[in-house]
């Protein structure tokens, strides 16, 4: 969350930093702002709101510099406001700093500050960095910014420039994603390389607590630590082509990233499975999943770390995983693994799951799980991030580039991607056969076919939404498998159209959601025809003998469902481990169209942003 974008080199600075936030508003919107160097000084320029009230304040054709910093701000400290907007800037107005993640001494530091006499104007934060870095400064950014981090505890991601060192940029990284774009005679610091893909697709990702000093010539690292040692470094060595192209990120023709999201199921499907499934079905390709071979010998149990949508899809895998490869499984919220004092026995295998691969959660329990020595894997669909890179083996999932805020593409993947896990897992482990394996691959190659078959079917679940978008209330509800769709459809619904929702174990309504259950609360049961369908179908009846209206997500031919469901949206048969993909993706654009018809800003969502990477 907040986006970061920075350039240095010959050409005018403001378009190319311009370009980069609308790029990274997904990452944040309460605020934007600009700052770039002149032969007069900083000019800066911040607005309250989305990217496009920042660019109505600025005329192009008036400024020029050829050096310069830009960021588009999700709160933490401080309300959305030009006050606390970034880029901030020192008492003389000669340093200018944008900042991703939480500065935890703050109120030490702003206090020193104070008694040496710096004025704040803002409430975050972050301006506590451009004071300190301003304490520091004598002629030498990079020595300022190195010295000033010293004294920090917290986590950044950081852009500055300075009046008085100009035509650099010091970027420095802890806890938060930065990378250094490649280019000729010019160089780009962003927290996501969708903020340059037009400039260069060659990157260069910062490791933890390094300092990059970059200059139109060239770019020079070095580790913050009281050593202070200078290490010039050939970035072209570690630089790395990123996979995706410009378009990807565009909306081609929909109205939302989101909705186009939805759409683009069927080939993200495909791209998790490319090259990991044979032709003939009888195996899955063992290189494509693991960087070391330890992290598949001789563990006797998974621990699953993950938070919101990528947790739902961990719930999917913990049943998976423990039906066809005989592997215990717990998934945890990685915001509690950390400060609950797990324990974490030899034989562990810490698992974990992000979209991004920088939310701090995660990350931060993958960190706690490695400092008891256990093997760590993960599943991440951004290529090179902080996650992917620390861990001993994992999966990407090469779903594309996610930009709504709402996660769906990524969720269907994510579970495509434990379910050849477990196929692999249970054949190592002589629990699957090589018929079972050759059924349940062939019915994973059918599945990108069957969401293509529901999307084509968009307009009735259009319909649905319109009878039900003044609802203030939903629940949703499932067994087994589905009881992870239930939570992920109420989670859709609340995060992006506002209305509130929950999703609970159908079995345990009756211990308390049934007091809520009257004529104007619609129920979306998830009713597939699967181990658990008989009780459901009692779990159905137990709403409508209290007045509640029934939305229910059936199997293709099922009769007898219609007789108790107000309303029925029927999907493919399936597996059961392959039902969550398949039932996800109707409660996704029933979301998606009530808040349309709501009127609400589905792609960026209130007091929401993508890539969470504070705690």
Not at 338 to 357: D, F, H, K, L, W
Not at 599 to 605: A, Q, R, Y
Request: with cysteine.
């Amino acid at each position: 969350m907040c986006g970061i974008v920075g350039y240095v080199g010959d050409k005018n600075a403001l378009p190319i930093l311009i370009e980069g936030l609308e790029r990274l508003e997904y990452r944040g919107y309460d605020s934007a702002g600009v700052a770039y160097l002149t032969p007069d000084g900083i000019e800066c320029v911040r607005s309250v709101g989305k990217i496009e009230a920042l660019k109505n304040k600025l005329d192009a054709s008036r400024h020029n510099g050829s050096t310069g910093i830009g960021h588009t701000r999700w709160a933490t400290h401080g309300i959305p406001s030009e006050e606390n907007a970034h880029p901030h800037l020192d008492c003389h107005r000669k340093i200018a700093l944008v900042h991703n993640g939480i500065i935890e001494n703050h109120d030490y530091l702003k206090t020193m500050l104070k008694q040496n006499g710096h004025h704040f104007t803002s409430e975050t934060d972050t301006e506590v960095l451009a004071h300190l870095i301003e304490k520091y400064f004598d002629g030498d950014l990079a020595e300022a910014v190195n010295r000033a981090l010293r004294d920090v505890e917290g986590t950044y991601g950081l852009a500055v420039v300075s009046h008085d060192d100009p035509g650099k940029i010091v970027a420095a990284r802890r806890g938060s994603p930065l990378a250094i774009g490649l280019g000729e005679g010019e160089y780009f610091v962003m927290s996501d390389v969708s903020a340059i893909l037009n400039h260069t697709r060659k990157v260069v990702y910062l490791e933890e607590d390094e300092l990059a000093v970059l200059t139109k010539d060239g770019v020079e690292n070095r580790n913050i630590s009281p050593a202070n040692n200078i290490c010039y470094l050939n970035v072209h060595m570690r630089a790395e082509e990123v996979e995706w192209e410009a378009c990807q990120i565009e909306k081609k023709g929909y109205c939302h990233f989101m909705h186009k999201e939805i759409w683009e199921q069927p080939d993200s499907l495909l791209n998790t499975m490319r090259g990991r499934v044979d032709a003939d079905h009888s195996k899955v390709r063992l290189g494509m999943f693991f960087a070391k071979q330890k992290t598949f010998k001789g563990f006797k149990r998974i621990v699953i770390v993950a938070c919101g949508t990528s947790w739902h899809a961990g719930l999917v895998g913990e049943y998976m995983l423990e039906e066809y490869a005989h592997i215990p499984v717990e998934v945890e919220y990685a915001s509690e693994f950390r400060y609950r004092r797990p324990i974490i026995e030899e034989g562990t295998v810490v698992m974990a799951i992000s979209q991004s691969g920088e939310t701090a959660d995660t990350l931060a329990a993958l960190r706690e799980a490695k400092s008891t020595g256990v093997t760590t894997f993960s599943i991440c669909n951004a290529v090179g991030s902080s996650i992917a890179r620390e861990s001993e083996g994992g999966i990407y999932l090469h779903a594309g580039p996610e930009i709504g805020v709402a996660s769906t593409k990524a969720f269907t993947s994510q579970i495509a991607a434990l379910y050849m896990l477990t196929i692999f897992l249970g054949v190592k482990n002589d629990v699957l056969v090589d018929a079972e394996v050759y059924g349940m691959i062939k019915a994973l190659r059918e599945v990108p076919g069957q969401v293509e078959a529901i999307l084509q079917r968009e307009k009735q679940i259009e319909e649905l939404a319109g009878l039900y978008k003044d609802s203030e209330n939903f629940l949703y509800l499932g067994r087994g498998y589905n009881f992870p769709v239930a939570l992920e459809g109420a989670l859709k619904l609340k995060e992006i159209s506002y209305i509130h929702a929950e999703g609970y174990p159908a079995a345990e309504m009756k211990h308390g959601p049934i007091a809520l259950i009257t004529k104007d609360m619609p129920v979306v049961f998830i009713a597939t025809k699967d181990s658990t369908y008989g009780k459901i179908l009692g779990n159905i009846e137990e709403v409508k003998a209290r007045g509640g209206k029934v939305i229910a997500i059936a199997t293709e031919g099922d009769t007898d469902i219609a007789k108790k469901a107000d309303h029925v949206f029927y999907i493919p048969d399936a597996p059961e481990p392959l039902t969550p993909i398949l039932s996800v993706v109707p409660l996704q654009l029933l979301a998606y169209h009530i808040a349309v018809m709501r009127g609400c800003d589905v792609d960026k969502p209130r007091n929401l942003a993508k890539s969470v990477t504070v705690e």
